[in-house]
Structure formats: structure tokens, C-alpha cells
């Protein structure tokens, strides 16, 4: 644990380096707080901080850099983070200028993000853990040949081509449709596998081609995602040259940065912060990850998370995402006329 000062030396060594990128120096410290000691006392304090790991020293005659312990031990002492409120009035009125789709609500949630931050940021299209058939409707094309259109609870629609063994018309399966509507309303597919009804040979036949659409989409990883802000962080001075960006440009061009930027298991409640050489994936061990999970747990759950340097704004950064979570939450819970789980109410 460190001592009141030492606390507030790190604090100050942080904040410099987030806003500069430059190597912090011992009387930038004194001029930052007005600290009514002598600068030997903070070089000997710096010398302890640097001592227990929580700063380093890029040479002998330079400032101090804050390393990932410093870094984590300055996320784990932020309090007070909120955005401002004008900035979630203008947020939540921006959301409901734009149409009630999906695909527009992360876009624009990305996008925000992004611009809030000054860092790259990701938002994923919201899966359940199991999907469940909502409706079934069935479109007769040729001969024995009909079009299977699939809506799953969230506003999921899916569309795939059956051939049948048999020639069959369009009322035919129409009536088809309206019996299985009424079986699998509301199931996962583990329980359409296990419904213990007679069907016809038609009817299993469709429902095995049901129960393949509704596995494909439960082995779905996070793959459809909204990205926007990587000319942010390709324009922080970590990022201008070097390994580093071309690290990152691969992951981005091959569609990997979410897969390895995601913990195996994400908080459900809150805000988590990944710093450094916790990420999991050598390529961004000199970035950090800041991830939320949004949505209806059990239901509905898409991640929004931001990349950046290990010196990015960590409070500015905590709090955009925590917001823009709670904000997608909402309008989650409002597509499936339920309640947000956040527990916050965002302003009209």
C-alpha cells in the first residue's frame, strides 16, 4: 500500500504522461500539486515508486514513465467516474434521432465511443447464450422447393432454401408452419430436440433444417461488430511507427481484435480494464482494454470495449464505456419489452 503522498506523486506521474507522452520529471510533480517538500523528498519518494515497480526510468537522466502496476494501482483509486451530464443529455438525444435498428443503435454506439475516447472502439451485436425460435414462416417456390424465413427472439431473421422429399403447396406448409409456431415458440434448440411430438416426414425434415440454422447461430462467436476510431489510435505516438501499429493493423485487417482483446470470461456487472501484459494476446501487451458487457443477461449480451496505449484516459475511458453500455442496455431491454438490468436511468 502506498503512502498518501507516494499515492499522489503516482497520480501525478499518470495524469502528465496520459495527457504529454513525455517522460515526467520530478519538478513537474512539485509544479502539478504545489507540494510543500523539496524535490530531493520527491525523488526520494520517486525512487520508492520506482523501487516497488509502480513507475519506471526510460534512462538514468530522465523523468518517469508509469509501468502496468502503476497504471492498474491508479484505475483501482479512480472514483467519481461519471461522464458529464450534458454529454449523456446529448448521447441519449442523439440515440433517439436515429430509427430503432439494431445495426444503427451500434454503429452510432461505436462511433460515440470512439470520438469520446480518441481511441478505437468495438461494439458487438448482441447474441443470447442459447438462441430461441420466435416465428416460423414458409414461402413456397417450386415444386418441392419453399423458402425457410426464421425470426429468434431479438429480431434475428434468418433465411435458408429447403428442398423437400415430396412436391408440397403453399397452403400445405403454411399449415406446416403454424403447427411448429405453436410447438417451438419460446425454445432454445436443446429443447425443440427434446420435444416428444409426432411429426410428419416433411415436418422433420424442416425442423432438422431449424435446429441447424439455430446451431450455426449458437456457435457464432462475436463476428458481426461495428468498429470506428482506429485513425484515433493510429495517430497516438505509440502507434506512428513500429511494430506496434503493424500489429495491430493485422489483427484489424484479419478480424481477429476482438477474439483477442476479449477475456475468457467478462464481468457481467461493470466496467472491466485490461492493462499491458494482463491481456492475454503478445500482440497488445502495450495496449490496454477497456470492456463492458450490455444487454439482457441469459437473453440478449453483445460487448462494447475500447483499444488504446497503456496511456490512455482511464477515467474519461471507464466512464464512456460504462455510459454507452447502460444506454444499449436500455434500448436492449426495450426491443425485448423488458427491464435493463444496469440499473441506471438514462436521461431523456
Known amino acids: 500500500m502506498l503512502s498518501s503522498r507516494g499515492e499522489t506523486i503516482l497520480k501525478s506521474i499518470v495524469g502528465q504522461y496520459i495527457v504529454r507522452a513525455m517522460p515526467v520529471p520530478s519538478q513537474s510533480i512539485i509544479n502539478d500539486y504545489e507540494l510543500a517538500v523539496s524535490p ?45 451530464l450534458a454529454e449523456q443529455l446529448l448521447i441519449s438525444h442523439l440515440f433517439h434521432q436515429v430509427e ?63 428442398t423437400f422429399d415430396q412436391l408440397i403447396s403453399q397452403s400445405e406448409l403454411t399449415t406446416m408452419a403454424n403447427k411448429l409456431n405453436a410447438a417451438y415458440s419460446g425454445l432454445t434448440r436443446a429443447w425443440i430436440s427434446a420435444e416428444k411430438m409426432e411429426l410428419s416426414l416433411a415436418e422433420q425434415q424442416l425442423t ?29 505516438p505509440e502507434f506512428r511507427h513500429g511494430h506496434g501499429v503493424l500489429a495491430l493493423m ?38 490496454s482494454v477497456v470492456i463492458s458487457q450490455y444487454g ?17 484516459p482511464y477515467a474519461r ?10 444506454v444499449l442496455s436500455q434500448l436492449i431491454a426495450e426491443l425485448y419489452e423488458r427491464k435493463p438490468t444496469t440499473g441506471k436511468s438514462i436521461p431523456c
Request: contains cysteine; glycine residues 6%; proline residues 4%.
Open 40 to 84: 530531493a523528498t520527491i525523488r526520494n519518494e520517486m525512487a520508492h515508486l520506482e523501487q516497488e515497480g509502480y513507475i519506471t526510468r526510460p534512462h538514468p537522466s530522465a523523468g518517469s514513465i508509469p509501468s502496468d502496476k502503476g497504471y492498474r494501482y491508479y484505475v483501482e483509486n479512480l472514483s467519481d467516474i461519471e461522464l458529464p
Open 100 to 162: 430503432g435498428e439494431l445495426e444503427e443503435w451500434l454503429s452510432l454506439a461505436a462511433t460515440l465511443t470512439a470520438q469520446l475516447v480518441q481511441n478505437v472502439a468495438i461494439v458487438t451485436m448482441p447474441k443470447p447464450a442459447k438462441c430461441q425460435f420466435k416465428y416460423l414462416e414458409l414461402v413456397a417456390l417450386k415444386d418441392s422447393l419453399a423458402l425457410v424465413v426464421l425470426v429468434l427472439h431479438g429480431a434475428r431473421l434468418k433465411q435458408q432454401l429447403i
Open 208 to 236: 432438422d433444417c431449424l435446429l441447424k440454422i439455430m446451431q450455426a447461430e449458437d456457435e457464432q462467436e462475436y463476428e458481426k461488430s461495428c468498429l470506428d476510431g482506429l485513425h484515433f489510435t493510429l495517430n497516438q
Open 250 to 287: 493485422e489483427l484489424v485487417d484479419c478480424r481477429n481484435l476482438l477474439r483477442t482483446i476479449a477475456p475468457e470470461e467478462i464481468d457481467s456487472q461493470g466496467v472491466q480494464v485490461i492493462i499491458g501484459k494482463e491481456n492475454k494476446a503478445e500482440a497488445i501487451q502495450d495496449c
Open 296 to 312: 439482457l443477461p441469459e437473453e440478449a449480451v453483445g460487448i462494447i470495449s475500447v483499444v488504446g496505449p497503456t496511456r490512455m
Open 317 to 326: 475511458t471507464i466512464s464512456a464505456v460504462g455510459y454507452l453500455s447502460s
